[in-house]
């Protein structure tokens, strides 16, 4: 039995409710998509990112909080370890519905079992954005569709490749430290070899790369993309590791240079390589865009004017690049969708490059004088935009398969394992691909 | 007669032989100790022991000295040994870096190890009561679960499903999925169960009965406050135990929403991954309400672990 | 007087609850899953047995049970002996007892992520202080991370250096409890300081470190945060994973490679091999006998 006194309360909700009700679609919001939507009500979109330096958003994120006042975005750079942290945490978030955050970042070489989960994601050319595809070159735009064919993912930044290089040590070693003479030191693998040597030979107290992932890497990639474009997995998702010659190129080139002793025991992302960056344990390193900031900031004001910036061998490369997309389970796919939308278009590419040297994925942007002509002043005024770009231009995409993280992960163990010591020469190669075959046994 | 020495000094002399009259075959659990041993500390011990001391704070010291200057105190040689003075500014630093949430790590986890201890401690009190001075079929059975549960590690053997549960009931990245499994802690049913056994007398409880008390009002006016000492051990103990939980939290809770263990990890890959001195203040602040608590209760804490030794 | 009424079922209910719910249905349901090739997402396949023989035959799993074991026997026989002889000397007279008991005390109040980030860098290939302080004797840098031995060390000092102190008082309570009669006759009859320590306070405290040792076997089989913080917050152990505890692997069996049906398998074995240890412990410690 409800007394008088609570109906009434009862009837005032009621009308409360039905009065927000009516008047909500009359408050028509600025935003462009279909009406219907309560617009004003304040949403709060998490956007989650990794790296070193994230991905350079803190100014647009205000600009856009700016322009949609109902819109709070918070902007959180999770971890800087994508392949360890951020990727396993995603999918775990993913899978259990909740905890992902409304615009997730996903890396170039977890796009492949990103893109295999075609539920997760919300696609976005429901909200108009497949009108973006004449912003991206052909690779990046299909990259970012589900095995599906659903738009999830609009491409950010790319690597692209260079090499930095410490030019305190250079010099102390007797190498030349302008730019283009290291270039042409090492235009192909083999002068690079030959620098290689000249420098552990000038007995400098510092190794000449600072670890074996990254130029086995820039090798492997140089190889597949003038290969059939596959390494660790054929494109029905087989495991080919073991056949695969790029692979195989790469991977002798490393134990090359480890037989030289030029490669040093730090492991990227580990606290000593840290370290090692700031203090000159290292002589060079490899450098897409985004690594540029990394070491800016890990190295710090007091060893500006220390790096410089060249071509890698082969000049052809690129190391990661991401897309934004949005997840299923946002509560706000639409604003998502928006947001997304906005932090890649080409002038926020742009913008996100001015902020911490990402390198933009649209052309358009890669083009704009800001980004093809711009120097870094922390590298000695090297003129970056020159250098990625042609890294870019001569790059041939590469098939990564859904479990190639996880089996890059592995590998490159063993690999670290070889500079170490732990494993011989001969006990190296199946190590390795053992490695990586029981990442591919375990895995569910 | 010659009393016990160390093996150094012949310090004979030294102990009177009237020590003997008064000894006893079950001596008295006398913390101070006065009366109950004979040996003195020799050199040698007291060698020992200044060794053990040094060992067991140089640690924290050498958090305490790189977290009070800057990023390059973790790779000097040789290291430095005293304290700097940026204390105060990585401290600020460290609490406004949202890469790792270290302040909300920190509340967090006094709300959950907070609830955890007062939890543990009305479970324990009440199921401890029932199994000291009740007498109830099958409390034998019951009493041996509890003690085969002690000894499995719920948190590592279940944390698959628990995980799956987690997702299943919508709490992944809650705080009562932190709180919930860590409520099953058999230690302390034990525990309260010896200090009601020996805190309340029998009399006491059947005397109450007589007089008409029901079990819960026993529990309440005779009961609780005569254990008050044991909730205090067995709170604080169950508190600092929980704070150093790191596995299950890590599963269950996302890097925005951590408990201090997780956000410490999360320093480490943060904003300020090359920065040890930030990383040090950072583990510094998450001991800091341990080493509070400890420094205020020192004294029961150590009893209740000299307690729990001998009952073991 | 036996109390008839439902109260003390009631007053154990809670607890009983709740282990129900949080203890063993899930170890109950940990069982059901290891059956299974379980993803999150999509079918879930009845398996039986497969998960567990796969584990069994698997090289990189049994390394990671050598790991757990060798590592849990580093970071327990030193840290309680050490904590028998601490006791021993804590036993003696001096001034400022509860300050040294504190003292010896503080590592147990640290945490447990603080610690292995502290030692971790202490243990630095290159800038850290104890191969700095070795090589002040002439001693090679030692890469810390690369062995299985010298990891293990490096992480077992971590634990052993919580514990120690804890696991002495515990001890140097049960001491102070041993009669004093045994030691005057065994002065008596001449017998040394040493031998009294061995063949009266040591058997004389055999529950005590029967329970220490249980206690201690746990926390060392189930290391995780230690050896996960010496790599850098990585899961894999080291290159090689030579430090990866099976703790370590099950959560990276589901975290990293979304297979739960392994990683359930992988906690029961884990469970399996508690049991055994400390089975094996409890025979070991009871032979302990009271001599003469």
């Known amino acids: 039995m409800i007394s008088k006194a609570a109906r009434r309360t009862k009837l005032r909700w009621l009308v409360g409710v039905a009065a927000i009700a009516l008047l909500a679609p009359a408050c028509g919001g600025d935003d462009d998509s279909s009406s ?77 079992q990103m893109m295999s989960m075609d539920d997760a994601w919300v696609d976005l050319s429901d909200y108009g954005l497949d009108s973006r595809e004449s912003d991206y070159p052909a690779w990046k735009w299909d990259l970012g569709h589900t095995n599906d064919g659903k738009l999830a993912g609009l491409g950010t930044d790319v690597g692209g490749m260079a090499m930095c290089y410490r030019t305190d040590l250079f010099k102390q070693a007797g190498l030349p430290t302008n730019r283009d003479q290291v270039a042409a030191m090492w235009q192909d693998w083999d002068g690079f070899t030959q620098t290689a040597q000249k420098f552990v030979d000038s007995g400098v107290d510092a190794a000449f790369i600072d670890s074996p992932n990254q130029i086995y890497n820039i090798r492997l990639v140089q190889e597949a993309g003038n290969g059939d474009g596959t390494s660790y997995f054929d494109r029905e998702n087989n495991y080919i590791l073991a056949d695969s010659p790029a692979v195989k190129t790469a991977f002798d080139y490393v134990l090359q240079l480890n037989d030289m002793g030029a490669i040093g025991k730090f492991q990227n992302w580990t606290d000593e390589w840290n370290v090692a960056m700031e203090a000159g344990g290292f002589a060079t390193m490899g450098c897409p865009a985004w690594m540029a900031g990394v070491i800016e900031s890990t190295s710090g004001k007091q060893n500006a004017g220390n790096w410089d910036m060249a071509p890698v061998p082969g000049v052809s490369g690129n190391w990661g690049g991401s897309w934004l997309a949005v997840p299923a389970q946002s509560d706000h796919p639409e604003e998502a969708a928006a947001l997304a939308d906005f932090l890649t278009e080409p002038s926020s590419q742009l913008a996100a490059y001015k902020a911490i040297s990402v390198f933009p994925s649209s052309p358009e942007a890669q083009q704009n004088p800001a980004v093809a002509d711009s120097k870094n002043a922390y590298f000695n005024d090297a003129p970056v935009g020159q250098i990625i770009s042609d890294s870019i231009t001569s790059f041939q995409p590469v098939y990564y398969g859904e479990l190639h993280s996880a089996v890059r992960a592995a590998v490159e163990d063993v690999l670290y394992g070889v500079v170490e010591g732990t494993y011989s020469d001969d006990e190296a190669w199946d190590a390795f691909v053992s490695a990586g075959q029981e990442v591919v046994d375990t895995s569910g | 007669m010659s009393t016990v020495t160390s093996r150094t000094r012949a310090d004979a002399a030294s102990e009177p032989a009237d020590r003997r009259p008064t000894r006893r075959l079950r001596p008295r659990r006398n913390r101070s100790g006065a009366g109950v041993h004979v040996w003195d500390a020799t050199p040698l011990t007291r060698i020992a022991i200044g060794a053990t001391i040094i060992l067991s704070i140089f640690p924290l010291y050498w958090m305490i000295v790189v977290a009070s200057r800057d990023a390059s105190a973790a790779t000097t040689f040789p290291p430095p040994m005293t304290p700097g003075g940026n204390l105060g500014d990585n401290v600020s630093t460290a609490i406004n870096d949202d890469s790792s949430n270290l302040v909300k790590g920190l509340i967090n986890s006094f709300i959950v190890s907070g609830t955890v201890a007062f939890s543990v401690v009305v479970i324990s009190t009440l199921a401890g009561f029932a199994f000291a001075k009740l007498r109830f079929k099958g409390s034998t059975v019951l009493l041996a679960i509890i003690l085969l549960t002690m000894a499995v590690p719920l948190q590592h053997i279940g944390i698959v499903p628990l995980y799956i549960m987690m997702i299943e009931l919508g709490w992944v990245n809650t705080l009562q999925a932190v709180i919930l499994p860590f409520l099953v802690n058999g230690f302390g049913i034990f525990l309260m169960r010896q200090y009601t056994i020996q805190a309340v007398p029998d009399e006491l409880v059947e005397a109450a009965r007589i007089d008409g008390a029901s079990t819960l009002r026993i529990y309440w006016n005779i009961v609780l406050p005569a254990v008050r000492p044991g909730i205090a051990v067995l709170g604080l103990l169950t508190f600092m135990q929980n704070w150093n939980e790191f596995l299950w939290p890590l599963i269950a809770l996302s890097p925005d929403n951590p408990t201090v263990q997780v956000a410490i990890q999360q320093l480490t890959t943060g904003n300020y991954s090359a920065d040890y001195s930030m990383i040090f203040t950072g583990t510094l602040l998450s001991i800091l309400p341990l080493l509070i608590v400890f420094i205020a209760f020192g004294k029961q804490i150590v009893g209740g672990i000299m307690e729990g030794g001998v009952k073991a | 007087m036996v109390d008839l009424k439902a109260s003390p079922y009631l007053l154990v209910s809670p607890y009983f609850i709740l282990f129900l719910i949080f203890g063993a249905f899930p170890l109950g349901f940990t069982l059901w899953v290891s059956l299974h090739d379980w993803q999150l997402a999509g079918d879930k396949e009845w398996i039986g047995l497969d998960n567990y023989q796969f584990l069994l035959t698997n090289e990189r799993f049994r390394m990671t049970v050598v790991n757990t074991i060798g590592m849990f026997v580093l970071a327990t026989v030193p840290q309680l002996l050490l904590a028998l002889m601490v006791a021993n000397a804590l036993n003696k007279r001096f001034r400022g007892r509860l300050l040294i008991r504190l003292g010896v005390l503080i590592p147990m109040v640290t945490s447990v992520v603080a610690v292995a980030i502290v030692f971790s860098q202490i243990y630095g290939t290159k800038y850290g202080m104890v191969n700095w302080f070795l090589g002040n004797f002439g001693v090679d840098p030692i890469d810390w991370r690369k062995t299985s031995l010298a990891s293990w060390v490096a992480i077992s000092s971590m634990v052993d250096w919580r514990w120690t102190g804890y696991n002495a008082i515990i001890y140097l309570a049960a001491m102070q409890a041993i009669p004093r009669v045994l030691y005057e006759a065994a002065t008596v009859d001449g017998a040394s300081s040493r031998r009294q320590f061995w063949h009266i306070t040591v058997p004389q405290l055999k529950p005590v470190i029967i329970f220490t040792v249980f206690i201690s076997t746990i926390g060392g089989l189930t290391l995780f945060a230690e050896p996960m913080m010496f790599n850098s917050g990585r899961l894999d152990g080291g290159t090689t994973g030579q430090f990866q505890t099976v703790a370590m692997y099950i959560v990276q069996a589901f975290r990293e490679r979304n297979n739960y049906g392994l990683a359930a398998a992988a906690a029961w074995l884990l469970f399996a091999l508690i049991v055994v240890i400390a089975l094996a412990n409890y025979l070991v410690v009871n032979r302990i006998r009271e001599s003469r």
Do not use: C, M, W
């Open chain 1, 36 to 112: 219907g939507s309560s617009s004003d009500e304040p949403v709060t979109l998490t956007v989650n990112v990794f790296g070193g330096d994230g991905f350079g958003y803190d100014n647009l994120v205000k600009q856009y909080e700016q322009q949609h006042p109902n819109i709070t975005v918070d902007y959180n750079v999770v971890t800087d370890d994508y392949d360890n942290e951020f990727r396993p945490q995603l999918i775990q978030q993913l899978d259990a519905g909740s905890g992902a955050g409304d615009v997730v970042a996903i890396e170039e070489q977890g796009v492949g």
